[in-house]
């Protein structure tokens, strides 16, 4: 069964950190491009950062540049997400995924995500 599981959500104030981790399972991830997604309440879910699958290229929406950074480690098939500085605007309800199947612009723009995980939920408070 494939899966991808997000952790390290959770409750902070504005100006702190939080590390995301989302870790595959059932098959390799390696090839795949890998996003971070978000969803306030009431808004739709918006990408938020993306990494090709070498690691060489990557993408910022632009409310999180500076602030946030997208990695990923083949080898233990996880993806993550350094948040820095969050703002309340932050909270949302996190989701990694896992894109296959187009090119790598077309990852990068958010599309051709076909495995998601539940979601974390950040909260940031001010």
């Known amino acids: 069964q494939v899966q991808l599981v997000e952790s390290g959500g959770g409750l902070v104030q504005a100006g702190g950190s939080l590390r995301l981790s989302c870790a595959a399972s059932g098959r390799t991830f390696s090839s795949d491009a890998m996003g971070w997604f978000r969803q306030a309440p009431g808004k739709e879910r918006v990408i938020v950062a993306a990494i090709s699958w070498s690691g060489g290229r990557t993408y910022y929406a632009d409310s999180v540049k500076g602030r946030f950074t997208i990695s990923r480690d083949n080898a233990k098939n996880t993806v993550y997400l350094q948040m820095n500085s969050l703002k309340p605007e932050d909270t949302a309800v996190y989701y990694c995924?896992?894109?296959?199947?187009?090119?790598?612009?077309?990852?990068?723009?958010?599309?051709?995500?076909?495995?998601w995980g539940q979601g974390t939920q950040v909260t940031v408070s001010s």
């Open positions: 995924a896992a894109s296959r199947g187009v090119t790598t612009n077309q990852a990068m723009a958010g599309r051709g995500y076909d495995y």
